[in-house]
Nanobody, 127 residues
Framework: QVQLVESGGGLVQAGGSLRLSCAAS????????MGWFRQAPGKEREFVAA????????DYADSVKGRFTISRDNAKNTVYLQMNSLKPEDTAVYYC????????????????????WGQGTQVTVSS
């Protein structure tokens, strides 16, 4: 059983930055690929970014590419999402998720692939 706890959300102006953190416990962190997803009111949950077990491979949604950076620190059992140049359309609840992976380079963009989810943290970007 893996527990994930997000933090770092808040209210920022358009063009600002936030860094989200997701702390994992209850499992072997390094065997999981990690992802970030977001869900705005009335919309489906969408993929944001993913990182492989060692951090060597990443994947991003087109809407955030060049603005967001996903990273992980396996020594701290933590995955991060650095969000720059924020836009009002980035407003959503952001969730981290863990996906068991037997390969170092594995990532998934599908929410259905992930086994464990955090509770979410609210990000609001004002115009």
């Amino acid at each position: 059983q893996v527990q994930l706890v997000e933090s770092g959300g808040g209210l920022v102006q358009a063009g600002g930055s936030l860094r989200l953190s997701c702390a994992a416990s209850g499992g072997t962190f390094s065997i999981y690929a990690m992802g970030w997803f977001r869900q705005a009111p009335g919309k489906e949950r969408e993929f944001v970014a993913a990182v492989s077990r060692t951090g060597g491979s990443t994947d991003y949604a087109d809407s955030v590419k060049g603005r967001f950076t996903i990273s992980r620190d396996n020594a701290k059992n933590t995955v991060y999402l650095q969000m720059n140049s924020l836009k009002p359309e980035d407003t959503a609840v952001y969730y981290c998720a863990a996906d068991y992976s037997p390969h170092l380079t594995y990532t998934s963009t599908s929410a259905y692939a992930y086994d464990y989810w955090g509770q979410g943290t609210q990000v609001t970007v004002s115009s």
